[in-house]
């Protein structure tokens, strides 16, 4: 037989006893909230290739445009920057369609424009 739990449920809810309907659902969002929060500043500050290509992708960019892309930014340290975001800046900067900035993205030109754009130093 396993250990008998005994029973603190009394002790652990006295914080909420006296707490309304409306308080508790207060309580339980701000609660989520602090859960959850970690998670989004994760996903806002943390990509990957995989996802960048997803992105370059519903883009309309071809797979093998995108897969040149993705690696590109990852490996000019411009990856954190969103491959998508680099695209289109690069586009808005040399006046260029998505499809021809992304063609020159993927063939290695165009990065240090976009590093100096960011304000960051090629690796």
Known sequence: MGVQRTDDFETRRQHLANMSEEDLEKYFWELSHQVVSPLIELARTHTTPSIERSVLLRMGLDSLTANGIA???????????????????????????????????????????LALFFGEGLK
């Open 71 to 113: 690696e590109q930014a990852l490996n000019k340290g411009l990856l954190g920057h969103g491959a998508g975001h680099c695209v289109w800046r690069y586009a808005k900067i040399k006046e260029l369609t998505v499809a021809q900035a992304g063609a020159e993205l993927a063939q290695g030109r165009g990065w240090d424009e």
